[in-house]
């Protein structure tokens, strides 16, 4: 397929995270990877691949995804919006926003599902986002910042 051929969507500078979970037969679904770009410098369909495979294969949490498995997994790549600053983490949505924390050199991200999946309110969603940036968990509460965005996600089994 060429280029000049793909949906002009595909080829807008776009934010994407790729994320790759294996269904079990309990019906709880297990992370296999996620990885992605929030400010891309590639359009959409070059961040999209790039993050597939470092979801599949680097993203370090992991042991890289096995042809083995590949039956049981399913991909979902999320489209971002540009991320937008917002003055208090009262502002942030459970379930609408994925939200980035800052402080000083740490930061960590949530997709919107993230806090849905696990049954967190907006203080537990931030105390394991400070936990993920390295931080205390009660590190949210004074001198971050937050950025949040939304998600168009499309979900797939990857056989």
């Known amino acids: 397929m060429e280029v000049d051929s793909l949906p002009a969507p595909l ?6 995270f790729v994320t790759i979970k ?3 037969h309990t019906g709880k679904d297990e992370l296999r990877g ?3 770009c929030i400010v891309p410098s590639e359009p959409l369909y070059c961040c999209a691949i790039s993050s597939a495979i470092k979801s599949a294969v680097h993203d370090t949490r992991f042991d890289p995804v096995t042809s083995a498995e ?3 997994l399913t991909v979902g790549v999320s489209a971002l919006t540009a991320p937008e600053p917002i003055a208090s983490w009262e ?7 994925g939200i980035i924390l800052a402080k000083g050199e740490h930061k960590a991200v949530f997709l919107p599902e993230v806090p849905i999946e696990h049954g967190y309110n907006a203080k537990q969603t931030l105390s394991k986002l400070a936990m993920k940036a390295g931080l205390e968990p009660n590190a949210w509460r004074r001198g971050c910042k937050y950025t949040v965005f939304l998600t168009s996600k499309l979900t797939k089994d990857f056989c």
């Open 11 to 16: 080829l807008k500078l776009t934010g994407v």
């Open 22 to 24: 294996k269904r079990h």
């Open 34 to 36: 996620c990885k992605g």
């Open 70 to 72: 590949l039956e049981d």
């Open 91 to 97: 502002d942030y949505e459970v379930g609408r926003h």
